[in-house]
């Protein structure tokens, strides 16, 4: 490392067909570590760069040819960019390229900005994180882009939704908030039938959990603020896709002048390798509480796609190899003030957004207000958990307690 001309080519297929044949725990320990990125040592080191130096005109002009991997301008990345990158392509089967951005909403704004222009239509899953919903309205309408909302689980009504100017669909499975899971093999064939891209909002899942690209989607898209940051101190976003589509991402990206701070990526990646034995401890638990849950009371339902007989369980045991700690679950007759009650009485849950970090938190919701062509009814007073790394004995007995308080 360290010629002035740059590192040399990146050598992606050799990386990534010898990682592809571990399980992911062994890949997530050194994917995206190359000598030539890291030198001797075992992380890549954080290259804050804006300039790079080049030995000669002639030197300077072939930067200019835009290739992948190689020095140009700190907006292109450095190593620790690239490293990142390439460490979530590795994780995501069938990708050839992954585009980071500063945040998750800003990966989702790059995406649709690659696919879609003036006079095209998104169609866009009903239960999509709000800031979709909103990106729709105040950013793509704008721009001439007309946005329709579909009923992720009306898998017959799909088709009709379609016209033809139609590019591209947005799905999130399981939904933001209500996590319905939905069939996303056949709503992508669909979508691919009338000559639109599915982008799937991956973050609940991650690769580990869900193979987005091998079940039919042209992009998986992530906050990688959630599990892959880990730690609540870092945002970011990314989006892997095959080659043809990774390029035209790149470009539109390095346009929008979206690069990620070579701080933030060593961060990222640092969380990367332990998001396996963290998702694993985060899902047990979440599990363990949502079977509790169930038998409480005070609890109408509890929403969690990896609980035996929660809504959308079958379609996660057949598509997805994993799940997480984050779920949700609906108070049994209660007012939105008891709710409140119960949420000021937890003393481990933070009350705060994001999740898939070392920490619970709760929130309260209410997707009524936000739905176009489903509905939810109002009096459901919906409560999202995301479960940490806490024991989760504790943090049943706070959650036992905090509804005492409610119903007192
Ligand atoms: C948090 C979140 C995002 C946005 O990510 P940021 O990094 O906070 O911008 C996108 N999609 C889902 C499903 C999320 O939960």
Not at 90 to 107: I, K, N, R
Not at 228 to 256: C, E, F, N
Request: aromatic share 6%; with cysteine.
């Amino acid at each position: 490392m360290g010629q002035r001309s740059g590192p040399a080519q990146r050598t992606r297929a050799g990386t990534l067909s010898k990682g592809r044949n571990h399980k992911p725990a062994t890949r997530l320990a050194s994917a995206g570590r190359r000598s030539d990125w890291t030198g001797p040592v075992v992380n890549p080191p954080v290259w804050r760069a804006s300039t790079h130096l080049y030995d000669n005109s002639a030197d300077l002009a072939a930067g200019r040819a835009n290739a992948d991997g190689q020095f140009y301008y700190g907006r292109r990345g450095s190593p620790t960019q690239w490293a990142l990158a390439d460490a979530l392509t590795s994780l995501e089967p069938g990708a050839a390229g992954t585009v980071l951005y500063p945040s998750g909403v800003s990966a989702i704004a790059g995406a649709l900005l690659s696919v879609l222009k003036a006079g095209d239509v998104l169609l866009i899953t009903d239960n999509a994180y709000e800031p979709s919903r909103t990106m729709a309205r105040a950013l793509l309408a704008d721009l001439g882009i007309e946005t329709r909302f579909f009923d992720p689980l009306d898998l017959a009504g799909f088709p009709s939704r379609f016209c033809e100017r139609t590019r591209a669909v947005l799905l999130e499975s399981p939904g933001s908030l209500t996590m319905e899971v939905c069939d996303i093999p056949a709503l992508a064939a669909i979508a691919r039938a009338h000559g639109a891209v599915s982008l799937l909002d991956n973050t609940w899942a991650s690769p580990l959990g869900f193979a987005a690209l091998e079940h039919g989607c042209d992009a998986s898209i992530m906050s990688l603020t959630k599990h892959v940051g880990g730690h609540s101190d870092v945002m970011m976003g990314s989006v892997s896709t095959g080659a043809a589509l990774y390029q035209i991402l790149r470009v539109k990206a390095q346009a929008l002048g979206l690069v990620v701070s070579p701080d933030d990526a060593a961060l990222v990646l640092r969380g990367l390798r332990t998001m396996g034995v963290r998702l694993d401890r985060a899902s047990a638990s979440a599990l363990t509480i949502a079977r509790w849950l169930r038998d409480q009371r005070q609890v109408a339902q509890v929403l969690c796609p990896m609980l035996e007989g929660s809504p959308g369980h079958e379609l996660w045991q057949r598509d997805f190899i994993g799940g997480c700690g984050l779920f949700s679950f609906v108070l049994q007759d209660h007012t939105p003030d008891q709710r409140a009650r119960f949420i000021d009485a937890l003393q481990l849950f933070g009350i705060g957004f994001s999740w898939g970090g070392f920490e619970s938190l709760a929130i309260p919701f209410d997707p009524a207000r936000v739905r176009s062509v489903t509905t939810w009814p109002p009096d459901q007073l919906g409560v999202r958990l995301s479960i940490g790394l806490e024991d989760p004995d504790d943090l049943i007995a706070d959650l036992a307690r905090a509804l005492a308080v409610m119903g007192a």
